[in-house]
């Protein structure tokens, strides 16, 4: 089969089309005939030599695709062939074949095509396990995305909205910006790109509070005034970097912030404005094959796919790439440049 083959860590360029041997579906596996992939920021990440996961090379990259089941390993059960599947993979997502453990593989709603197939699992896992499980949003709260134009971001603005939340989508361009009030933000929010010096992000904590919507007074004790700021509820940041702080600063009382990814960098925040709000900052790491695993997940899985055929949650497709071309894919993605989600195509 064809597959895009990393063999040492490198920008996208170094990434090639190779000719390797089928993979062949082993006890309890699928294997599954591709037509779709999608690219992930993570792929950007392992690829670079910059995940925390070990991978062994020649590494396949591409963590989640979609096509036809195409034949089953012994003892596999609850697939047919030509079953129409996504999967969640730890790699050899960017490949014509995948074998893979049956509960990473999900049978798809008709209505799902196969490009939104690939592209949706990771976005819309992640958030439900980050607005759902972790930050219990509730309707009525107030919701901030960072980075709200890529993948992920489109996925938590579109999620919010489902949950009743008041979204504000920020994002480093207008065009991102523009897709993210498509996805149905209630308002936006332009930040700079670069490393945000001190001065720059007081000035966007200050903004942030201030597309806060005011909350209502409560006039109990002597933190009033913490109480009584704007803020937002629940904070989506898969930016971090010097971006990270600004945002946690604008927390409303007893507000959750959700760190997602570091797109940006590593950020160190001070915890001063977690203690004067009351309130909590949560690592979303669903990595844990029970937490992660579409078969190991049915009940987010069936209001996940509900959302998808109410239209309410659906993967924002900007651009499509042929397998040979996904190193250039991978780069728009290092450069910032790209804007919902970006497939690759086996067909
Ligand atoms: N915890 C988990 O399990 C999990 C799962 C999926 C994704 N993630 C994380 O969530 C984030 C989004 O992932 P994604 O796949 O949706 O990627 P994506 O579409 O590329 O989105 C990343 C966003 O980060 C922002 N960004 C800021 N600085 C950047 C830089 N130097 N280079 C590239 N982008 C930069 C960009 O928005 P602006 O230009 O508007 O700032 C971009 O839209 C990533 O940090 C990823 O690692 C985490």
């Not at 960017?94 to 999900?106: I, T």
């Not at 504000?168 to 361009?173: D, E, G, L, M, P």
């Not at 898969?238 to 600004?246: D, K, L, M």
């Amino acid at each position: 089969m064809r597959a895009l083959v990393c063999r040492e860590f490198g920008p996208p360029e170094t990434l090639k089309v190779e000719i390797v041997a089928d993979p062949v579906a082993g006890p309890g596996q699928v294997l599954v005939a591709i037509e779709a992939a999608c690219v992930n920021f993570t792929d950007v990440l392992s690829t670079g030599g910059r995940s925390q996961l070990a991978r062994d090379f020649p590494m396949i990259p591409g963590v989640e695709a979609a096509g036809t089941v195409l034949a089953l390993g012994e003892g596999t059960t609850g697939f047919a062939l030509g079953d129409r599947v996504l999967c969640q993979l730890m790699c050899g997502g960017f490949a014509e074949l995948v074998a893979v453990d049956s509960d990473a593989v999900a049978r798809i709603p008709n209505a799902m095509t196969m490009d939104d197939a690939a592209a949706f699992y990771i976005a819309a896992f992640t958030t439900w396990h980050a607005l759902v499980t972790r930050a219990r949003l509730t309707e009525g709260e107030s919701l901030l995305v960072l980075g709200a134009g890529g993948g992920a971001g489109l996925a938590a603005v579109q999620m919010g909205r489902a949950l009743g939340a008041r979204v504000v989508a920020a994002a480093s361009s207008e065009s991102k910006l523009a897709l993210a009030r498509d996805a149905g933000a209630d308002a936006t929010l332009l930040y700079a790109r670069g490393q945000l010096d001190l001065a720059a992000q007081k000035g966007l904590a200050l903004q942030l509070l201030e597309s806060a919507a005011s909350r209502r007074r409560v006039t109990i004790g002597t933190i009033n005034a913490v109480r009584d700021a704007a803020g937002f509820d629940v904070i989506y940041d898969g930016v971090g970097g010097s971006y990270a702080e600004p945002a946690i600063r604008a927390l409303a009382w007893e507000g959750r912030y959700l760190s997602v990814g570091f797109a940006a960098g590593m950020p160190k925040v001070a915890l001063g404005p977690l203690l004067f709000k009351n309130a909590s900052l949560y690592g979303i790491q669903p990595s844990e094959p029970e937490l992660r695993l579409p078969g190991r997940t049915p009940a987010a899985l069936r209001q996940l796919f509900a959302w998808y055929e109410q239209g309410l949650l659906h993967p924002i497709i900007t651009e499509r790439y042929d397998l040979a071309q996904a190193g250039a894919a991978l780069r728009r993605l290092l450069d910032r440049e790209a804007e919902g989600r970006i497939i690759v195509t086996m067909r």
